[in-house]
């Protein structure tokens, strides 16, 4: 029986993000990010591109706000702007052989983000209960590292397998559906669907990232997206549409389509 042909080296990829208020909501509280950085600087990436690892490193996350008036907005941009401040340094360390991990560095970041967003809910009336969900992944060649928080979601179509949610969501109907009681369906009709037990910020005390690491190679491909997205499109259409090579904004225009409830953002990765 011969071996399992080795994982195909990438030192490229492409990239697609787009975010949509929905049709019920005025504000749009949704954020993403899509970044390239070294040791020397961090360089903000437009909504669709191209680029190679021999630049550096790069980052995507979405991040889904909450909190009265536009406070959830204020919230979603603090955590995603937050993230360009201690990348370049944890490149260094990790350029030499330091022995900090992304791991560690992911959670040193969120928990930062969580500890500015307690701040200034205690200092600022109207900044009072604000919080957000993060969903995050840190491409190196050949490996996704990721941290998350909340409801948003990280997806990864391996080339030659089944889609993978790689995140968990942080709510009780998310425990049920992953015990097996409960299913999709009833999960999105659940009364207490969009309670979370986990986010950043909001008055909570706790925060417990959910942290990871998958090998990746040529031809596999990642979706972010917030529970906008999710709450549009169902599992198996998720698959089918990534499969496809459909972009950010077929994800995005589909889910409002058939839901708009909330705001939809969504970031799809291809590596090449």
Known sequence: MSAPPPPQPTDRLHWSGMTHPGRVRQNNEDAFLALNFDAREVRYLGKIGEGSFND???VFAVSDGMGGAKSGEFASKIATEKITRLLPKSYKQSAQHISAGQGDVLDELFDRIHDELLHLGRCYDECRGMGATLSLGWLTPGWLHFAHVGDSRIYWLPKNGKLKQLTEDHSHVGWLRRQGKINEREARSHPRRSILTQVLGAGQQFLEPQIG???????????FCTDGVIDGIWDHALEDMLAAGNDARAFVEHAVSESGRDNASALVVELL
């Open 213 to 223: 690491s998958v090998g990746c190679e040529s031809g596999d491909r990642l979706l």
């Open 56 to 58: 550096g490193d790069f």
